[in-house]
């Protein structure tokens, strides 16, 4: 398939596998980049870790590796890691999600790759970062989310520490990889100049969960703890109504007034009257609303606070979001025809005017593409002189 989109011309090898590294490099292969993904022998463990149309091609390796080339190399072989070095030498970007030991031990951190290209934007996808204690500690989705401090905001809403529905620590440090790995391309384009990025899972969502919950903890003297109340109170859930469940966030002064005056709350006096202040009674705030939407229907509360320009919304399956009306309607949704039929794929949700990104290609078979480009590597290089 023909690469479009802003990160066409670029070349990027990709040693990552899992979640992290793998969507990172799926953004830049849906936004026009040539991603090369080296595998093992074995291949990425995410080829056998869920339900997929043949072995070896689950659907959560389908989704993060779409759109990229597979060549097999085992670099404990001298023959394969000298191709690894001859791909690093025509690429711009090397990502990889390896331990920084294990890397290193295979012949391939930065020094090494630098040694080979100069030029080359070097992006390390960690678990932690090499300057902590922990930095060669393995790293996975659950264990970060716990490190982060996640499961304990779950265990102030439910009572329980919990784990969310999702793998967001990979996908968050994926995101985070994408941008700081373009970043880094930016500041080669002004400046000629390559260079080493780090990006770990802990750190990133530290960051990530720190936004709002840093709050008061942040000055010196801490003004309060770590916490903002409004994500963790018990209450913070979608509401049930009469006959299912709602979404809605009666928030800031002018929706507040909106609703009291349609629905007339008898609890919502002047003291609720100021965003403030329902700050501050954000417990009781949510508990008579919870009372309130069991009045009426989903349907007639999404009729109502819709006209009333308040933020509101069904609780919806995930299985839904394959039928959503708006998603249909941006053309959201993309169908790609793959040797075992066709697969239709979550686009990227970024749009551009001039460079239009979109879902690269199927996803391939393991060493699909081993051939064809080493043979163009070597047809490439010109022959070493004889001595």
Not at 62 to 70: A, E, F, L, P
Not at 193 to 203: I, L, N, W
Not at 238 to 263: E, Q
Request: charged share 20%.
């Amino acid at each position: 398939m023909e690469h479009t989109g802003p990160l066409s011309g670029i070349r990027v090898i990709d040693l990552t596998a899992m979640v992290m590294g793998p969507y990172c490099t799926q953004i830049m292969a849906d936004m026009g980049a040539d991603v090369i993904k080296v595998e093992p022998p074995r291949g990425d463990d995410t080829r056998y870790i869920s339900v997929g149309p043949e072995p070896g091609m689950s659907g959560v390796f389908v989704n993060v590796n779409r759109g990229k080339r597979s060549v097999v190399l085992d670099l404990r072989t001298e023959a394969d890691a000298t191709a690894l070095r001859e791909l690093i030498a025509g690429a711009d970007v090397f990502v990889h999600s390896m331990r920084a030991s294990a890397i290193e031990r295979l012949g391939f951190g930065y020094q090494d790759v630098a040694m080979v290209n100069p030029n080359i934007v070097y992006t390390n996808c960690y678990g932690y970062g090499r300057g902590g204690p922990d930095s060669d500690l393995p790293a996975y989705d659950d264990t970060v989310q716990a490190e982060c401090g996640l499961p304990y905001a779950q265990e102030m809403l439910t009572g329980t520490p919990g784990y969310v529905g999702s793998v967001i620590a990979d996908k968050v440090a994926g995101l985070t990889a994408v941008y700081a790995t373009t970043m880094a391309l930016l500041h080669r384009e002004r400046t000629g100049d390559g260079q080493e990025v780090e990006v770990a899972m802990f750190e990133t969502m530290a960051a990530f969960m720190l936004v709002e919950h840093a709050n008061g903890a942040m000055f010196d003297p801490p003004l309060g703890p770590a916490t903002y109340p409004r994500a963790v109170t018990p209450d913070r859930r979608p509401y049930r109504t009469a006959d299912g469940y709602l979404a809605a966030l009666v928030y800031n002064d002018k929706h507040w007034a909106a609703f009291v005056d349609a629905v007339r709350p008898p609890w919502a006096g002047p003291e609720f009257a100021t965003l403030a202040q329902r700050a501050a009674r954000i417990d009781t705030v949510y508990a008579g609303l919870s009372e309130i939407f069991l009045q009426r229907t989903t349907e007639q509360w999404l009729t109502l606070l819709r006209s009333l320009d308040i933020p509101a919304a069904p609780v919806r399956s995930l299985d839904e979001l394959f039928d959503n009306d708006h998603l249909a309607a941006v053309g959201f949704f993309q169908t790609v025809d793959t040797p075992h039929g066709p697969v239709r794929f979550p686009g990227p949700p970024a749009w551009f005017s001039r460079t239009p990104g979109r879902v690269a290609g199927p996803a391939p078979r393991l060493g699909a593409d081993t051939a064809e480009v080493l043979d163009r590597l070597r047809a490439a290089t010109p022959p070493k002189a004889a001595r």
